[in-house]
Nanobody
Framework: QVQLVESGGGLVQAGGSLRLSCAAS????????MGWFRQVPGKEREFVAF????????SYADSVKGRFTISRDNAKNTVYLQMDSLKPEDPAKYYC???????????????????WGQGTQVTVSS
């Protein structure tokens, strides 16, 4: 069992930066592949970024590529999402997710993940 707690959301001006954190607890949390997703009311939860267990494989949605960076510190059981050059279309509730599955091209599906955090809200002012 893995528990995930996100933090770091808030209000930022367009063009600014935020760093989200996802603290994982539970046995062997550092062995899990991790993803970040976001959701706005009335829309499906959408993939943002993925990291395999050691950060050797990372992938991003086209909409955030070059602006967002996923990283992890397995010694601290924490995954980060550095968000730079935030745009007015980035506001959403951001969720981290974890899975014990090995790498698969299905990492951008919500169904690939076994555990979810409660989310942290990101708001961008123009």
């Amino acid at each position: 069992q893995v528990q995930l707690v996100e933090s770091g959301g808030g209000l930022v001006q367009a063009g600014g930066s935020l760093r989200l954190s996802c603290a994982a607890s539970g046995r062997t949390a550092g062995a899990y592949a991790m993803g970040w997703f976001r959701q706005v009311p009335g829309k499906e939860r959408e993939f943002v970024a993925f990291s395999n267990w050691n950060g050797g494989i990372r992938s991003y949605a086209d909409s955030v590529k070059g602006r967002f960076t996923i990283s992890r510190d397995n010694a601290k059981n924490t995954v980060y999402l550095q968000m730079d050059s935030l745009k007015p279309e980035d506001p959403a509730k951001y969720y981290c997710a974890a899975t014990g599955r090995t790498y698969s091209p299905r990492y951008y599906y919500t169904s690939f993940y076994d555990y979810w955090g409660q989310g942290t809200q990101v708001t961008v002012s123009s």
